[in-house]
């Protein structure tokens, strides 16, 4: 673990001697990469090591301020994506690190509409960043919602390596249909013709056009096993203790 802290720390100060002009998509790909390190190290099955990440918090740090620093002048529509929706991750594993230890998310004031963070020149509340930047900005794209993670249990689970720029449709594609397969995420009850389906889906209704057949058509696209459309939607209730991998 120390040599991982130690690559974090050499390559954020080796990106400081960039000239000023390269220095903004240089430190875009220098966020690529330490995500990919930090979420390899931390995160297994979708869950998150927030003890060891809290008592080694260097990394986390360098993260958070790199988010902050990134410029997204002049990048693509992918650039950007991948962008956004590491920094909403690494964002929620930062802060329940600073408030460790935590027993559910919520547990902390603030958590998704109150606390803010420098991201890329701007200050934004965690449901800004999903609301304004990542889901307004892209055509309130529903599979959006398999790929951020907000530290509980019944989050979609977290990948455990970084979105970036060539990979982010494939695995905003993969990890919908990883979601959307999951017995533990969407479950049927054959008995009463019932399909138990996440509040996510209630409460970004609109993002799923709105009504019970719309959402069970939505789902199939991505099911293996179909679900049939006399089925009724039920909304389990979510489970926001932490996600979090014990040592």
Not at 188 to 211: A, C, H, P
Request: charged share 25%.
């Amino acid at each position: 673990m120390k040599k991982i802290t130690q690559f974090f720390i050499a390559v954020f100060f080796l990106s400081s001697t960039i000239g000023l002009n390269a220095q903004s998509q240089e430190k875009l790909e220098l966020f690529f990469k330490l995500s990919d390190y930090f979420l390899k190290r931390h995160v297994y099955k979708g869950l998150v090591n927030y003890q060891y990440s809290s008592q080694n918090s260097a990394e986390i740090e360098l993260l958070h301020k790199t988010i902050g620093e990134v410029s997204l002048t002049n990048t693509t529509p992918s650039e950007r994506k991948a962008f956004y929706i590491n920094a909403y991750n690494i964002l929620v594993i930062y802060q329940v690190t600073k408030a460790y230890p935590l027993a559910r998310p919520l547990d902390k004031d603030g958590f998704f509409d109150k606390v803010q963070y420098a991201v890329a020149g701007e200050q934004l509340t965690l449901n800004d960043l999903e609301s304004k930047k990542i889901l307004q900005a892209n055509d309130n794209d529903p599979r959006f919602h398999f790929v951020l993670a907000c530290a509980a249990i019944s989050c979609p689970k977290l990948y455990n390596l970084a979105y970036k720029p060539e990979n982010v449709e494939k695995l905003m594609e993969e990890r919908t249909i990883l979601a959307l397969n999951d017995e533990s995420f969407i479950y049927l009850d054959r008995q009463s013709k019932t399909v138990m389906v996440s509040k996510i889906f209630e409460w970004y209704t609109s993002d799923f056009s709105g009504n019970s057949d719309s959402i069970i058509e939505y789902i199939n696209q991505y099911r293996t096993e179909k679900i049939p459309s006399n089925y009724k939607v039920r909304y389990y209730e979510y489970d926001w203790t932490l996600n979090e991998r014990k040592s």
